[in-house]
């Protein structure tokens, strides 16, 4: 695993990113070549090179955009075809219609018709390689799990379900309170774990004990450390996989003693800076579709353009969020506060595409500029849900140490969700969040933003 930008990412992932744009303006070198023009000399004296750079920039940032790199496994074939045709494809028309503008831009033709043809043939035949004699192939870790734990059965699926993370699950010892359903092998007890390691040859185990107390195997692990076998914490294997903390396993003394929890006062002063120029700069770009939208709602629907609602800020403080009125006037007249839900009656037809594209939320921007909201941080919650949350979730206070954000990372990672269990997942968000903030982190959040946008992707 590689940490960038504040997030573990499996090495597999990396190395397909690389290999990927290396094969993508091999494919353009190589056309060249075909066609008889000298390489060097057409990108390095003629200083062509970068129309090559942005043409292969293109083609991975929407390989990017259809998860291609989110998810190594190749489901079809056929459609991870179709899903390279769809990228070069689009690729093309973009360069295309700036071509129309500006014709000194574009490559010459034949070089664009020959490199996209190879990579329509070479990228897929890559992937499908990368996939069963890497990703599969070789899988360095050999994992040993310790325990019975909740956490270890929610770890399991998703480590065997993902191969890229290079992890191959040998098996798990049961304590002492009898097996469980994990779908891996159990290979003996806890207080074996010594013989375990021996016999089977472990690089990592993770553990994951529900009682841990007279319980952990403490001089057996001590020998087992230092002969070289990497111990780990289950949630700490639970927060690199998952991207969020696990809330229940969290004790109040491993956050107070953290020397790692956020958020840190240089982050937060850099963040209030870059957000107030983003703000400014949002409102700007975004005036047109903001004009668009307010006359949409205006024509569509009795009852003002903009939609005011109190919600809760930083340290408890509540602010007056702005957004384009996306529902009937008096909506929860009999309801009160309720969340949003799947087909909701009360949202307009023109409000329900405004949540689609998320032009509703384009207003917010103003609440950046004021100072009451940043660009990223956990999404700002109304009064009534805080209060009703913060009794039966732990810690749901603590993601108002930081400011709310237009999009954050819970709002990336998981779906608009309106049950119980769907606030503790964002909440798990929200932490890694704090926990990790930082100027890498935002960025990587708003540019995964770009996509779910594109995408249409989490609004309700």
């Known amino acids: 695993m590689i940490r960038l930008f504040r997030v573990f990412i499996p090495a597999s992932v990396v190395a397909l990113l690389i290999s990927e744009i290396v094969l993508v303006i091999g494919c353009y070198v190589l056309s060249l070549l075909i066609l008889g023009i000298d390489p060097v000399f057409y990108l390095v004296e003629e200083n062509n090179y970068w129309k090559l750079l942005v043409i292969a920039g293109l083609i991975i940032l929407l390989l990017y955009f259809q998860d291609l790199y989110a998810n190594l496994r190749i489901l079809s074939r056929i459609v991870l075809v179709q899903q390279v045709c769809l990228a070069v494809g689009c690729a093309l028309l973009l360069m295309a219609f700036v071509g129309y503008l500006d014709p000194d831009i574009l490559p010459g033709r034949w070089l664009m018709v020959i490199g996209s043809f190879g990579i329509v043939i070479v990228l897929p035949l890559w992937r499908i390689a990368f996939w069963k004699y890497v990703v599969v192939g070789l899988r360095s870790e050999r994992v040993l799990l310790m325990g019975n734990s909740s956490i270890l059965d929610e770890l399991i699926r998703p480590l065997l379900d993902r191969p890229e993370f290079g992890y191959t699950i040998l098996g798990y010892l049961r304590e002492d309170d009898g097996e469980c359903s994990f779908p891996v092998p159990c290979l003996g007890r806890v207080n074996e774990v010594r013989a375990v390691c021996a016999e089977y040859k472990p690089t990592r185990i993770v553990v994951g004990m529900a009682e841990r107390r007279n319980r952990l195997p403490v001089q057996d692990l001590l020998d087992i450390r230092f002969g070289g076998i990497r111990i780990e914490d289950a949630a700490d294997t639970y927060e690199m996989a998952m991207h969020r903390v696990c809330s229940r396993k969290i004790q109040p ?208």
């Open 253 to 460: 003394s491993q956050l107070i003693f953290s020397s790692m929890l956020g958020p840190r006062s240089q982050a937060i002063a850099f963040q209030k800076a870059y957000s107030f120029v983003l703000g400014i700069v949002g409102m700007v770009l975004t005036l047109p579709f903001m004009l668009a939208a307010a006359l949409a709602v205006k024509l569509s629907s009795k009852g003002p353009m903009l939609y005011r609602q109190r919600r809760v800020g930083l340290d408890g403080r509540t602010f007056t969020l702005y957004k384009f009125r996306s529902m009937y006037v008096d909506a929860e007249a009999r309801t009160g506060a309720v969340w949003a839900k799947k087909d909701d009656p009360r949202i307009t037809p023109v409000g329900k595409w405004l949540r689609k594209l998320r032009l509703d939320e384009l207003p917010q921007f103003w609440n950046v500029v004021r100072g009451d909201m940043t660009i990223v941080g956990p999404r700002p919650e109304r009064p009534e849900f805080v209060d009703l949350l913060a009794q039966q979730i732990p810690y749901y206070r603590q993601r108002l140490a930081v400011k709310p954000g237009i999009t954050g990372w819970a709002q990336i990672n998981h779906k608009y969700g309106d049950t119980q269990l769907d606030a503790m997942i964002k909440l798990e968000f929200d932490l890694y969040y704090i926990k990790h903030i930082a100027p890498a982190l935002d960025f990587y959040i708003i540019f995964h933003t770009i996509k779910v946008m594109l995408l249409s992707r989490g609004a309700q």
